[in-house]
Every structure is written in C-alpha cells, then in structure tokens.
C-alpha cells in the first residue's frame, strides 16, 4: 500500500515544485519589465536634480553628487524669468479637464444609443464613427484650422478645446462597455416610471465608472501631450501649452539641461496623479453593476 501512495505523493510535490518555479519566473519576468518602464522615469528625476555637466558626464551617474533644487526654480521661472510656465500649465490644465469631462459626458451618451437602442442604421453610424479613426489629423488640420479661422475661435480656449470635445475611440470604448449591461435592470426601471435621462444618469453613469476611469485618463494624457494644434492654433505666448513651453524651452540657447528635465518632472506630475486617483476603478471591469443589487 506504502509503496502505490509514494508515486502520487511524489507527482504532487513536483507540480507544487514546477508551481512554485513557474510562479517566481513569472515574477521576474514582470518584476524586469516594470525596472525597464520606470528606468526613464528614474533617470528623469535624478538627472532634474543634478548639475548640467552631470548629466552628460558617461557612465551616468543615478545619484547625484550635489542635490540642485534650483533646477525646478529655473524650471518655473524659465530662461527669461517671465513665469510663463505657470500659465502655459494652467492652459493645459484647463483644455485638458474640459476636453475630459466633455468627451466623458458625449460619448457615454453616444455610447448608449448604439449599445442599448435598436434603430434603424445603427450599424452604420457606428461604423461611420469608427471610420474616422483610420483619418490621420494631419490630414484635417489645415481644414479644421480654417474652420477655427471662420469662426474666430483661434487664438483661444476655445479654439483649443472644441474640435476635440469627441473622438471615436471613447465612443467605441463605451459602447463596448455598455453592451455588457443586463438589458432586465433598464426594463425594471422604465417599469417603475424612470425616463431615459434620470435612466442615464443614476444608473448607467453610476455602474459605467471602470470605462469613465480609462477613457478619463486616455483622454487627459492626449490632450496634455498635444503639441501640433496649440502650436498651429495659438500665437500669444500666453495661450500656449505645456508642450510648446517644453519644445521652446528646450531649443533656447541658454537652456540647462537639469532645468530641462525638471520641467518634464513637473509636467508629468499631473498625468501621473490622475493615473494613480483612478487606478482602483480598473479593477473589476463590467463584472459587477451594483444596480443589479438594489
């Protein structure tokens, strides 16, 4: 009898020893992976807070030999002392929560009408918004920008923020979502008398948080990462972005290169805080509608 149980006693401590293996390679694997992802984010920081001459000095140095803080006083001040990075980061700020809470709002709405209406060309229209995204911008910037021209929105917060209030790929991202949702919570609640819009607002909005997270923080970082509309749409230094000020900053002649990387610190600052304020929303997808519950 001894001798049968050994064999199945031996095959079970060599899978939990292959278990074991595979599961410490798996995390070396990740574990390289996330070294190679925050490496430039390391080097960013560490190079912002040390000498120009540092930076350049091979093989580079990851701890600096004197902590130059002064780099981001430069930063903000800027080669001239005018402070226009503040307001360059302000604009950023607002185009970039406007065009966020905006494409949120409208492709949610867009998003349901294809998820959750039956009618007529619904196909189409949804295959009609795709197609836009197989249009490269360049090709419609020079129209897009006449258009601002028209209608005497350039040079302005406008004129940023309008031809962007939308794109396609949010509407794809909802409309995925939300086809996911039990057809039987709707019903039940246009059965107790709910209209489409209170419908929209405190069930659909409520349970569709995951895909508002994403499609929030994808936006944002396009939007703050923008650098060829502000630059053809705007012309006062004052109504610049956080690119062109890094793009201009960085081509003056004067320009320190520990100053340099201070500044992308600073810009990073505010993708990487709404990053991590959403990050616990990415987990559990469409897995749980605590309108099914009530």
Same mark, same amino acid.
């Given at each position: 009898?001894?001798? =049968?149980?050994? &064999?199945?006693?031996v095959n079970k401590n060599q899978m939990k020893t292959l278990a074991t293996t595979f599961n410490t390679l798996i995390w070396l694997f990740l574990l390289?992976?996330?070294?190679?992802? /925050? /490496? &430039? =984010?390391v080097f960013m920081f560490t190079a912002s807070i040390m000498d120009a001459k540092e930076i350049i000095t091979m093989p580079y140095r990851w701890i600096p030999s004197e902590i130059k803080w002064a780099n981001y006083?430069?930063?903000?001040? *800027?080669?001239? *002392?005018?402070?226009?990075?503040?307001?360059?980061?302000?604009?950023? =700020?607002?185009?970039?929560i406007s065009i966020m809470v905006s494409t949120i709002f409208l492709s949610s709405m867009v998003g349901y009408g294809l998820a959750k209406f039956n009618f007529k060309g619904r196909n189409i229209v949804f295959l009609a918004i795709m197609a836009t995204m197989m249009i490269p911008f360049e090709t419609i910037m020079i129209p897009l920008f006449m258009v601002a021209l028209k209608l005497g929105i350039q040079d302005s917060y406008r004129g940023l923020i309008i031809p962007f209030m939308l794109n396609a790929f949010a509407v794809f991202q909802m409309r995925q979502y939300l086809l996911t949702f039990p057809e039987d919570i709707l019903d039940a609640a246009r059965i107790d008398g709910m209209n489409e819009p209170s419908i929209y607002a405190k069930i659909i909005l409520p349970n569709a948080t995951p895909v508002i997270a994403t499609v929030a923080v994808l936006t944002f970082r396009q939007q703050w990462d923008t650098l060829l509309w502000p630059l053809l749409v705007t012309q006062r230094e004052e109504m610049k972005t956080i690119p062109a000020y890094i793009v201009k900053f960085a081509a003056e002649k004067y320009a320190d290169e520990g100053a340099m990387m201070a500044v992308a610190v600073i810009a990073s600052i505010p993708v990487?805080? =709404?990053?991590?304020?959403l990050s616990k929303y990415f987990v559990g997808g469409s897995s749980t509608y605590a309108a099914g519950k009530e």
């Open positions: 009898m001894n001798s =049968l149980a050994m &064999p199945a006693t390289t992976f996330a070294i190679l992802i /925050l /490496l &430039p =984010l006083a430069r930063a903000i001040a *800027g080669n001239d *002392g005018s402070y226009q990075f503040v307001r360059n980061i302000a604009n950023s =700020l607002i185009v970039s990487i805080a =709404l990053f991590l304020s």
